[in-house]
């Protein structure tokens, strides 16, 4: 079964950091692009961050720049997302996705790109 499994969410307060790592079984992420989306209750699912197959391109939406760093280990196909200094609004349930099929050199490719997602994972940025 080809599936990606996101976990590190919790509950943090503002300031504060997490890990959240995305995981492949059943296939390898090598040759994948893999973003990080998020959504909040009652806004849409919004790119957060992307990183090419190589590693070697990523983009960040401005509300994270600066905050957070996309990173991935093919040797051990895992996509992590280090956050910090969050802040409230911040808190949604974080999705990883990944697409064999998608490129991008901008912005990060819409939702509707990719083949793969994960069950999401929920953030809590709250005091």
């Known amino acids: 079964q080809l599936q990606l499994v996101e976990n590190g969410g919790g509950l943090v307060q503002p300031g504060g950091s997490l890990r959240l790592s995305c995981a492949a079984s059943?296939?390898?992420?090598?040759?994948?692009?893999i973003t990080w989306f998020r959504q909040a209750p009652g806004k849409e699912r919004e790119g957060v961050s992307c990183?090419?197959?190589?590693?070697?391109?990523?983009n960040y939406a401005d509300s994270v720049k600066g905050r957070f760093t996309i990173s991935r280990d093919n040797a051990k196909n895992t996509v992590s997302l280090q956050m910090n200094s969050l802040k409230p609004e911040d808190t949604a349930v974080y999705y990883c996705?990944?697409?064999?099929?998608?490129?991008?050199?901008?912005?990060?490719?819409?939702?509707?790109?990719?083949?793969?997602w994960g069950q999401g994972t929920q953030v809590t940025v709250s005091t």
């Open positions: 996705a990944a697409s064999n099929s998608v490129y991008f050199s901008g912005s990060c490719p819409s939702p509707h790109e990719y083949e793969y």
């Open positions: 059943g296939f390898t992420l090598y040759f994948y692009t």
């Open positions: 990183i090419s197959s190589s590693g070697g391109t990523y």
